[in-house]
């Protein structure tokens, strides 16, 4: 299974009719699952949700807490370019996620890796 191409398949529910900026992700549990997600837009903006919490959120609610990779793919207006997660997603996946947890972009043509410690270094912490 290629977690990049299942991004792009979850990319096709993406409800984003005020950005047009289409945004798929898959996400790989330890357990070998992959959750999709999408990005899905609101009239007023605020609740906007990103592909990757979606997926986060669709699998945590499943009882899953250990997670090994995320592909993201997606772009405006068809153009696809390598879609890194936001901040406040990543801060989502530091919630739940090692600093080794894989983050896979593309542009279509080429995959980019990329480690949570790589592009949150210093993310906000409880002690638990
Ligand atoms: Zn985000």
Known sequence: MNLMEVAK???NNSYSPYSNFRVG?????KSNKVYKGCNVENASYSPNCCAERTAFVKAISEGEKEFVAI???GGKDGKYDFCLPCGVCRQV?????????KIYVSNGKEIKCYTLGELLPNSFKLEK
Request: include cysteine; hydrophobic fraction near 55%.
């Open 71 to 73: 592909a993201i793919y």
């Open 25 to 29: 992700a898959a996400l790989l549990t």
């Open 93 to 101: 996946m530091s919630e739940f996620c090692d600093k080794d947890f």
């Open 9 to 11: 398949e979850a990319m």
